[in-house]
T-cell receptor
Framework: SQTIHQWPATLVQPVGSPLSLECTVE??????LYWYRQAAGRGLQLLFY??????ISSEVPQNLSASRPQDRQFILSSKKLLLSDSGFYLC????????????FGDGTRLSIL | GNSVTQMEGPVTLSEEAFLTINCTYT??????LFWYVQYPGEGLQLLLK?????DKGSNKGFEATYRKETTSFHLEKGSVQVSDSAVYFC?????????????FGQGTELSVKP
């Protein structure tokens, strides 16, 4: 069966520091991968998605970036964090194409001080 | 563009009450429709799905029927429990969306009191 792992679970970072969040999927090949952010008490905002290695689409302009160095690895990064980057970050995967749902990781709670 | 509208929360019910959370959407073509649930401090879990008109998705006592004529996918449960307290998201997946993106509403918070 397929599983998705996301880490760390919680992270506290100072303003201006770099960021790296990692997500990996097991048990499937060539998945679509997604990064979402959820601000407190709000809905989900899609940040990036990827349909293949090295293919990244950005949904919103920001100081975050994403990379997919391997088929089942998706990384969210920032060179300098802002206070507004605080939130709950969720990684998700789905089979490529078709009518399939997305499956979510447990999330990373990021607090910027 | 594609969008989804959910009833605003929070919704507060007593245990064993009947639940309806309304969801309507706009999308090109006939999207797949999903309900996700998010328990406090956790990620989203797929609750149920429907992929074509008149399909009924069901899971854990929850049901939702794909209504093409009203572009709706309302979530129902006959008797809620305290453990159902969570945020519920309706999410169409448009077939013409590049990358199979889901369209999320703002979510509806449900609080069930004993």
């Amino acid at each position: 069966s397929q599983t998705i792992h996301q880490w760390p679970a919680t992270l506290v970072q100072p303003v201006g520091s770099p960021l790296s969040l990692e997500c990996t999927v097991e048990g499937t090949s060539n998945p679509n991968l997604y990064w979402y952010r959820q601000a407190a008490g709000r809905g989900l905002q899609l940040l990036f998605y990827s349909v293949g290695i090295g293919q990244i689409s950005s949904e919103v302009p920001q100081n975050l970036s994403a990379s997919r160095p391997q088929d089942r690895q998706f990384i969210l990064s920032s060179k300098k964090l802002l206070l507004s980057d605080s939130g709950f970050y969720l990684c998700a995967w789905s089979p490529g194409g078709g009518w399939q749902p997305q499956h979510f990781g447990d999330g990373t709670r990021l607090s910027i001080l | 563009g594609n969008s989804v509208t959910q009833m605003e929360g929070p919704v507060t019910l007593s245990e064993e009450a009947f639940l309806t959370i309304n969801c309507t959407y706009t999308a090109t073509g006939y999207p797949s429709l999903f309900w996700y649930v998010q328990y406090p401090g956790e990620g989203l879990q797929l609750l149920l799905k429907a992929t074509k008109a008149d399909d009924k998705g069901s899971n854990k006592g929850f049901e939702a029927t794909y209504r093409k004529e009203t572009t709706s996918f309302h979530l129902e449960k006959g008797s809620v429990q305290v453990s159902d307290s969570a945020v519920y998201f309706c999410a169409p997946r448009g077939i013409y969306n590049q990358g199979g993106k889901l369209i999320f509403g703002q979510g509806t918070e449900l609080s069930v009191k004993p």
